[in-house]
């Protein structure tokens, strides 16, 4: 008998894929307008693939640092890089 160990971290959330997730969520759902205009958005589209890249590329083209080449723009691109965009895309729909 061989006994496997599973070695990852679990880098899960409060239920969410990892921490970069749920505060992404968190921030765009707060607030009753922001979730409405999300809300929208993602109904706006054809299926949840579609849903997931236009939450992506929303957030990330309203970065303030992205015209800035420092240790704080690349920090918050790695952050960013690691969310469940599909994830919250499918938290709208299921709402």
């Given at each position: 008998?061989?006994?496997q160990?599973?070695t990852?971290?679990?880098?899960?959330?409060?239920?969410?894929?990892?921490?970069?997730?749920?505060l992404?969520?968190?921030?765009?759902?707060?607030?009753?307008?922001?979730?409405?205009?999300?809300?929208?958005?993602?109904?706006?589209?054809?299926?949840?693939?579609?849903?997931?890249?236009?939450?992506?590329?929303?957030?990330?083209?309203?970065?303030p640092?992205?015209?800035?080449?420092?240790?704080?723009?690349?920090?918050?691109?790695?952050?960013l890089?690691?969310?469940?965009?599909?994830?919250?895309?499918?938290?709208?729909?299921?709402?």
């Amino acid at each position: 008998m061989q006994i496997q160990y599973n070695t990852a971290p679990d880098t899960s959330y409060n239920g969410w894929t990892n921490y970069e997730t749920w505060l992404v969520n968190l921030w765009i759902t707060n607030d009753y307008n922001d979730y409405q205009y999300f809300k929208e958005l993602v109904d706006g589209c054809n299926d949840l693939v579609e849903a997931s890249q236009t939450l992506q590329d929303y957030i990330e083209e309203g970065n303030p640092l992205n015209e800035d080449s420092t240790i704080y723009t690349d920090l918050l691109r790695a952050s960013l890089g690691a969310v469940n965009w599909f994830e919250i895309a499918q938290g709208f729909t299921e709402d």
